[in-house]
């Protein structure tokens, strides 16, 4: 059963951190484009970060450009979001996902097969 768990969302104050973690089960991530998404209330979901398998490209959401970094960990079949100097409008369920056949090079959601129930993440003080 493929499956992608998010993990490490929360309330935190403006300017303050947080990790989100990703497992997946039932498949390897080795291989695939992988990536965190959000949604923020009233708001279409948007790309946040992005690794493509091709080039092991990043790619970053102008809002978050200085202050999230996205990594993998192949050994725990996992990736993660470092979150720093967060802001209230970063507030949103974030999720994670991957592609099937690591194919994808953009951080577009419509280019993603394989998603996490989600995880919300609510800056505010």
């Known amino acids: 059963q493929v499956q992608l768990v998010e993990s490490g969302g929360g309330l935190v104050q403006p300017g303050g951190s947080l990790r989100l973690s990703c497992v997946a089960s039932?498949?390897?991530?080795?291989?695939?484009?992988i990536g965190w998404f959000r949604r923020a209330p009233g708001k279409a979901r948007e790309g946040v970060a992005c690794i493509n398998n091709r080039g092991g490209q990043l790619l970053y959401a102008d809002s978050v450009k200085g202050r999230f970094t996205i990594s993998r960990d192949g050994a725990e079949n996992a990736l993660y979001l470092d979150m720093n100097s967060l802001k209230p409008e970063d507030t949103a369920v974030y999720f994670c996902?991957?592609?099937?056949?690591?194919?994808?090079?953009?951080?577009?959601?419509?280019?993603?097969?394989?998603w996490g129930q989600g995880t919300q993440v609510t800056v505010s003080s």
């Open positions: 039932g498949f390897s991530l080795d291989f695939k484009s």
């Open positions: 996902a991957a592609d099937r056949d690591g194919r994808s090079e953009v951080c577009s959601a419509r280019e993603y097969d394989y």
